[in-house]
């Protein structure tokens, strides 16, 4: 990050800070919103009266977020490289029946 890139002011439960980032400041803007929301929300829901505990419980919470997204990304892959394998595997079995693919009216057949 270039030390030229001008700071974004975010106010996160009540408290202003000045916050350097390359991705801009819509983006800043948007994150320091998520975390002060859920911030909110904790200090609502759990009643705690100190802003750390609650700055806690919210990262916490993120943390949980982001865990289950990386979970489902990584569902998601094991997936797909399981249907590419299929895939990969129908077009070897093709290709050795009966020489070079060619595509006939949008579906890959080999060559009689």
């Known amino acids: ?21 390359e ?6 803007q948007a994150c ?4 002060d929301e859920l911030i909110q929300e904790a200090h ?9 505990k609650a700055a ?3 990262a916490m919470q993120i943390t949980d977020q982001l865990y289950r997204t990386r979970a489902a990304s990584q569902s998601q892959s094991r997936l797909l490289s399981e249907r590419m394998a299929g895939l990969r595997a129908r ?3 093709a290709l050795g029946q009966g020489g070079e ?7 890959l057949t080999p060559e009689v």
Do not use: C, W
Not at 23 to 28: C, D, I, L
Not at 32 to 35: E, F, I, K, S
Not at 44 to 52: D, G, I, Y
Not at 101 to 107: A, V
């Open 56 to 58: 806690i419980l919210a």
């Open 23 to 28: 991705k801009g400041e819509e983006y800043t």
């Open 91 to 93: 077009i070897e079995a």
């Open 32 to 35: 320091a919103r998520h975390v």
């Open 44 to 52: 609502l829901r759990t009643r705690v009266p100190e802003p750390h």
């Open 1 to 21: 990050m270039d030390d030229q890139t001008p700071p974004v002011r975010v106010t996160i439960f009540g408290e202003e800070y000045s916050i350097r980032s």
């Open 101 to 107: 693919p060619h595509f006939e009216q949008g579906n």
